[in-house]
């Protein structure tokens, strides 16, 4: 699960970047919260890597995904990519769990 999870992980976090760079064009909040806020998110993307198999960790990771949906009132597309996002967050969870699950049940094998 921690490879998937991580790997939808950093793609939010050149996804947020990208995001903050076109809200900073678009929009009219200021510089610096825009990039407080973003790059908030972007470092907490990174630390979520490390923290999915901790516990609380995949629920913290279901918030990135809902602020990153809510990201689409600043920059419309986000909500597309944000519910792309959430998607893949959804697979990596689901599906990172069933090959967790065959890799024990295959080393209880041996």
Same mark, same amino acid.
């Given at each position: /699960? %921690?490879? !998937?999870?991580?790997?939808? $992980? ?10 903050? =760079?076109?809200? /900073? ?8 919260? *825009? +990039? ?8 907490? #993307?990174? =630390? *979520?890597?490390?923290? !999915?198999? %901790?516990?609380?960790? @995949?629920?913290?990771? +279901? @918030? =990135?995904?809902?602020? $990153?949906?809510?990201?689409?009132? !600043?920059?419309? *597309?986000?909500?597309? $990519? ?5 998607? *893949? +967050?959804?697979?990596? @969870?689901?599906?990172? %769990? ?6 024990? #049940? %295959? #080393? #209880? /094998?041996?």
């Amino acid at each position: /699960m %921690r490879t !998937l999870c991580a790997s939808t $992980l950093i793609g939010e976090f050149f996804v947020i970047g990208f995001a903050g =760079l076109v809200a /900073m064009q678009t929009t009219d909040v200021s510089t610096g919260l *825009l +990039w407080a806020v973003c790059g908030g998110a972007m470092v907490l #993307a990174v =630390l *979520l890597c490390g923290m !999915l198999t %901790r516990p609380g960790g @995949v629920a913290v990771g +279901w @918030v =990135l995904q809902g602020a $990153l949906i809510a990201s689409g009132f !600043l920059v419309p *597309l986000m909500f597309f $990519l944000g519910a792309c996002f959430a998607g *893949l +967050w959804w697979a990596s @969870v689901h599906f990172g %769990r069933k090959v967790d699950e065959a890799k024990a #049940a %295959r #080393a #209880a /094998m041996v």
